[in-house]
């Protein structure tokens, strides 16, 4: 099982940022872009970034 940490973020987002929580155990801040897909992942952290509609359940009612 995957066990990094994913953050939803609206449908309609194309770019979001991330500094790996901040203070003095983050990194850097980056800004990364979904291009046609729904999730992006930190090249940092690892942390995954994920359009809502991605995380719903299959055959789940829009």
Excluded at 40 to 48: K, L, Q
Excluded at 50 to 56: D, F, G, H, P
Aim: proline share 5%; charged share 25%; net charge negative.
């Amino acid at each position: 099982m995957d066990s990094r940490e994913i953050i939803q973020v609206d449908d309609e987002t194309q770019t979001t940022e991330c500094n790996g929580g901040g203070g003095p155990l983050g990194h850097p801040l980056v800004y990364l872009t979904f291009d046609d897909g729904d999730t992006v992942d930190c090249y940092y952290c690892s942390r995954r970034f994920a359009k809502a509609r991605s995380l719903k359940p299959k055959g789940a009612a829009q």
